[in-house]
């Protein structure tokens, strides 16, 4: 099973302290995270996509290929890369070209975003999200797979005879997610194409977000990928650990409480009784962790929420190290422990990808469209 950190890479001012990091200071914090990742055995690092403050991630490609240089193992993702704004071409020539530079180790998370001013800044209208998100990547898609691409649209303008360069590496396009908190269709497109479904798991309940992942899994089933309990499904999480439950609760209320997304809304009591946060001890967030497979079932990536709402730098890298040292190794045996033989226990790669073309998620040679 994979482990991970990803950030939403938000520049937000430290509530005890009062200060506010520069850009220049958030962009080095995030890799510095990247590489503690890498560091601490964790297996992989996600940068989300934003093109507004107070978030500074606006070039994902760049970034990860930076990261890619500093690392060996460490597996580089997005959450999400926005397959409503951004061109189709972009996308496949960007990824294919991050691709070659980190010698594989590349998958992403394409999802619609959900600031709305974003959509008219980049000419598209945010009432055609979901049709955006599945014309977009269908075309995606061919460019990856199809040497020489002639193709019509509603929303781009057409290709006659266009190439996308470079090829995936190995001709092989990289893993798929398809992020959603609350479309149906996403999950659906997920299913249909026998790609992975992640749910970003951080401020819905449970029953919420078992709703989306169970119609993912049930459609999965239907479209003949294999059995519904081996879709491939990712969540996310967030965590804040300490020595004691009142200690951790402590140091992370005012954080909590200022926090740019769910700030100034239920107690910091209520939302961890009531969503996925787990503010507390090793053995709390272990336990919490592992009760997502209860309602979730037996899935394939876990990414942990750990830099939000200004936190200091030193105090994320510490939690990442407990994350490492302590909670995943613990997590990675009590997980297996549970998972039925026929079940993946992780999300394809590159490597698995080039090595086992029978399974559902197999290379795909030039021309020919799954």
């Keep these: 099973m994979q482990f991970g950190i990803f950030s939403i890479g938000d520049l937000t001012t430290d509530p005890v302290s009062g200060k506010t990091p520069t850009e220049s200071e958030r962009i080095r914090n995030l890799t510095e995270i990247a590489l503690k990742a890498e560091e601490v055995g964790l297996d992989v690092f996600a940068t989300g996509e934003h093109h507004n403050p107070p978030f500074v991630p606006s070039s994902p490609t760049t970034h990860l290929a930076y990261i890619a240089a500093q690392t060996e193992r460490l597996q580089l993702s ?86 996308a360069t470079p090829v995936p590496l190995d001709g092989v396009p990289p893993f798929i997610w398809h992020g959603s908190i609350r ?34 899994r049930h459609r999965f089933a239907s479209y003949g990928h294999g059995q519904a309990d081996q879709a491939i499904v990712g969540l996310g999480g967030q965590v804040f650990i300490g020595d004691t439950e009142q200690e951790a609760k402590d140091f992370f209320r005012p954080y909590f409480d200022n926090a740019p997304v769910y700030g100034h809304g239920p107690s910091l009591e209520d ?15 272990i336990e919490k962790t592992l009760s997502f497979a209860e309602w979730a079932g037996d899935y394939q990536r876990q990414l942990f929420l750990i830099d939000h709402a200004g936190l200091p730098q030193e105090v994320v890298l510490e939690q990442i190290e407990i994350l490492g040292k302590q909670v995943v190794p613990e997590l990675r045996r009590r997980f297996e422990q549970r998972r039925p033989s026929h079940i993946p226990s992780d999300p394809p790669t590159h490597v698995s990808l080039l090595s086992e073309p029978s399974s559902p998620h197999f290379k795909v040679s030039p021309g020919k469209e799954i």
Excluded: C
């Design 271 to 285: 939302f961890t009784a009531q969503t996925p946060l787990t503010v507390g001890t090793v053995e709390q967030v």
């Design 78 to 163: 997005t959450a999400t890369t926005l397959i409503t704004t951004n061109d189709p071409v972009k996308i496949a020539e960007d990824y294919a070209f991050l691709q070659h530079l980190a010698d594989g180790r590349v998958d992403l998370m394409l999802g619609r975003g959900n600031t709305s001013p974003v959509y008219p800044w980049f000419g598209k209208d945010i009432q055609q999200g979901i049709p955006l998100a599945i014309e977009n990547y269908h075309l995606l898609r061919k460019l990856w797979r199809e040497p020489v691409v002639n193709w019509q649209g509603k929303f781009r303008a057409g290709l006659e005879g266009f190439t």
């Design 183 to 216: 479309s149906p269709q996403i999950a659906e497109q997920a299913a249909y194409y026998g790609d992975g479904f992640f749910h970003n798991n951080i401020f819905w309940n449970r029953e919420h977000t078992a709703q989306l992942v169970n119609l993912y």
